[in-house]
């Protein structure tokens, strides 16, 4: 395949990979560090794992040379493809927090949930999720240390609220600081974030305390999964605490109206829908279509009214 038309050098032996999740380009980011031990963070799906693989091979990293693979979280767009790329890749090492470590040693508790929630659309979205050799895995709890080679190291640091098993990722490097879903939906299109708040970890104190906890890391650029790079760090944090505090807030609202879910849905969508230029009457549908597949209001709502009722 054309590797040109998937990878975008960012500078410091950094390598974006559009992963193509479901055929979308621009929705699903993986990142290959090209350090004295390679890294690949976010594998993306399972359907993503032959995009990666090519990606991977463009960059002159064959199936012996990739040493570590590392995933901010175990949901399906980030880490579905783990369990092929580890096929693919012997050599590699896993890393992953420690709540998510026995997902991937064994999928199958999570792709029976996944399969409730998503119903046909897993497999056309997403793949299945493989299982991982556990003696692979390293699993590392509040901070770790991943070697990249040289001196460079990745850090990780715990950042629960969107999932409980996420984890940011500091390059020693370049400051750049992988988010993976903790900081929100970047739209590069608009250059705006749109929450993430899906059930059933979201929990809006431990979001914006690990916002806080990303600005106090002081990144120099924040990568996301979805989607891309951002270098104004300080004002894309504020706007991603900024639009968790409205969501909620837009929730809450509806609950006291009207406990539906649906209701609630109509709700949010007319309140927020100004917020966002993606959204607006002069945008690309295609566009909207994309951000609604990957972060859609109902997944979001639905999320905090579950964090709702658990606090109630």
Known sequence: MDTSTTVTPLGGDVHEIDTRMAGYTGITAGYAIL???????????????????????????????????????????????????????????????????????????????????????????????RPTDPARIRAVDDTGVIDLGGGRRLESHHSPGHAKHHVGLLDSATGDLYVGDAAGVYVPETAEVRP?????????????????????????????????????????????????RVWVDAVRDAREQDPDLDHAVAMVRDRVRDRYAFLG????????????????????????????SRHA
């Open 35 to 129: 350090s004295d031990r390679p890294c690949l963070v976010e594998p993306g799906t399972a359907g993503s794992a032959p995009v990666v693989r090519d990606a991977l091979a463009g960059l002159g990293v064959g199936p012996d040379d990739l040493a570590t693979v590392v995933v901010t979280h175990i949901h399906l767009d980030h880490a579905g493809g783990v369990g092929d790329i580890a096929a693919m890749y012997p050599n590699a090492e896993i890393v992953v927090h420690e709540q998510g470590a026995r997902h991937l040693a064994d999928p199958a508790r999570l792709m029976r949930s996944a399969r409730m929630v998503w119903g046909d659309a897993l497999d056309t979205l997403f793949g299945e999720l």
């Open 196 to 244: 993430a708040t899906p059930p059933p970890d979201f929990d809006l104190d431990l979001a914006l305390a690990s916002l806080a906890r990303f600005r106090a890391l002081r990144p120099q650029r924040l990568l996301f999964a979805h989607y891309g790079p951002v270098a104004e760090v300080e004002a894309t944090l504020e706007r991603s605490a900024e639009e968790l």
């Open 281 to 308: 009457p002069d945008a690309d549908p295609e566009v909207a279509a994309k951000y609604e597949v990957l972060s859609g209001v109902e997944s979001n709502v639905a999320g905090i009214m579950h964090a709702l």
